[in-house]
């Protein structure tokens, strides 16, 4: 099976710094990628995303990252707030119709 | 704008029973994929539904099934349920076609199924 995967399961950080969540991906195939953060009683919603031809993307306050050669996503979040606190998972695709989720990180934010 | 609705929002069942979750897509999505999240895990694919037919499907038992309506609207069945069953179950639409951001999956609020 697939195996994506996150480096760190929890992360805290204080309200205003920059945070950054890793994520591993097994399948060299695979060409498409999104983080979605997942609050407490919600389905997943989408942050960005990022296709294989590039390295780098920019959103509002975030940013994912894309290492082929070791095969690592990262998402950063800059001036971190309270409303971030969530689970994040990276999912990754080489069809575009099945995604292969990690584990997730819990990210909280101290005030 | 309403997006990826899913009922019921919880259920209870016990093993042996069947159940059914629907889903309505976000407006203008044509294609329905469905989600297992266990607890403390990442969601895992069950199947996709495209044209009213199953597209893709994870490695889930035959138990497990689905169809998809004219309306784009589907449902999940599940048969003869175990305690493992026991999970958030997510409905997510998108749109088939090409170009960027097509598959980005939209994601409803989820099915939490315990089975007893």
């Known amino acids: 099976g697939e195996s994506v995967g996150l480096h760190l399961p929890t992360l805290s950080v204080q309200e205003g710094d920059n945070s950054i969540i890793n994520c591993a991906y097994s399948?060299?195939?695979?060409?498409?990628f999104i983080w979605y953060k997942q609050e407490s009683g919600k389905g997943p919603q989408f942050i960005i995303d990022i296709r294989s031809n590039m390295d780098k993307r920019q959103g509002q306050r975030v940013t994912v990252l894309l290492n082929k050669t070791v095969k690592h996503l990262s998402l950063q979040i800059a001036a971190t707030q309270p409303g971030d606190s969530a689970v994040y998972f990276c999912a990754e695709t080489y069809t575009g119709n099945q995604f292969y989720f990690g584990t997730g990180t819990s990210l909280t934010v101290i005030p | 704008d309403a997006g990826v609705t899913q009922s019921p929002t919880h259920l209870i069942k016990t093993r042996g029973q069947q159940v059914t979750l629907r889903c309505s897509p976000k407006s203008g999505h044509d294609t329905v994929s469905w989600y297992q999240q266990a607890l403390g895990q990442g969601p895992q694919f069950i199947f996709q539904?495209?044209?009213?037919?199953?597209?893709q499907r994870g490695n889930f038992p035959d138990r497990f099934s689905g169809h998809q309506f004219p309306n784009y609207s589907s449902e999940l069945n599940v048969n003869a349920l175990l305690l493992g069953d026991s999970a958030l179950y997510l409905c997510?639409?998108?749109?088939?076609?090409?170009?960027?951001?097509?598959?980005?999956?939209?994601f409803g609020a989820g099915s939490r199924l315990t089975v007893l």
């Open positions: 539904y495209y044209e009213e037919e199953e597209r």
């Open positions: 997510a639409s998108s749109l088939t076609a090409r170009g960027p951001g097509a598959n980005v999956l939209t």
């Open positions: 399948n060299s195939a695979s060409d498409y």
